[in-house]
């Protein structure tokens, strides 16, 4: 893709996570659009010019469990998790038990954790490098060969939050 050299590399990357917002709005939009017409029968528009008032989070849903109510925790450049490279184990896990105790007040239901930020993981792999946002260096395991991935599961689940591995293709 040829960007134009009157836009900064940095404002086109904002402009495209605005374009994905907008996308993943107008999907959820249409979903509950769907979900409304199977319970009621009835068809719902989407045009600007009569916006539906009666979508609302008190519509009656068949499966109200079908609903994603998420966090997106990023973990590229250590902006959600972790907060900074070089943290032990034990910290680690505080701060992912932080993530999911905060989900889990908040009524979330889904944690979309991006586990491969930069061509490197956040779980133990034999293909990819251990994530230098972990350790502080690329290719080296956390204390205790920690899984991130793996830890977050078991205690996500077991607060019945779903966790969605998040792969990002674009930063190689």
């Not at 133990?124 to 830890?151: H, M, R, W």
Request: charged share 15%.
């Amino acid at each position: 893709m040829n960007i134009s050299h009157n836009i900064s590399r940095g404002k086109f990357i904002k402009f495209l996570s605005c374009m994905l917002a907008a996308l993943m709005i107008t999907s959820m939009t249409t979903v509950s659009c769907a979900e409304k017409e199977i319970v009621t029968g009835e068809s719902q528009s989407l045009s600007s010019d009569s916006p539906d008032k009666s979508l609302s989070p008190t519509m009656n849903i068949i499966n109200p469990d079908s609903e994603i109510r998420g966090v997106w925790i990023a973990s590229v450049a250590n902006i959600n998790f972790p907060s900074q490279k070089g943290l032990s184990e034990s910290q680690l896990k505080a701060e992912l038990d932080s993530i999911i105790e905060n989900a889990k007040s908040a009524g979330l239901n889904s944690i979309f954790f991006q586990v491969r930020p930069t061509a490197d993981a956040l779980y133990n792999s034999e293909i990819f490098p251990t994530s230098v946002y972990l350790s502080g260096e690329n290719g080296k395991a956390p204390d205790g060969n920690f899984d991130p991935l793996q830890y977050l599961i078991e205690k996500a689940h077991a607060q019945n939050i779903f966790v969605h591995a998040w792969v990002n293709p674009l930063r190689v």
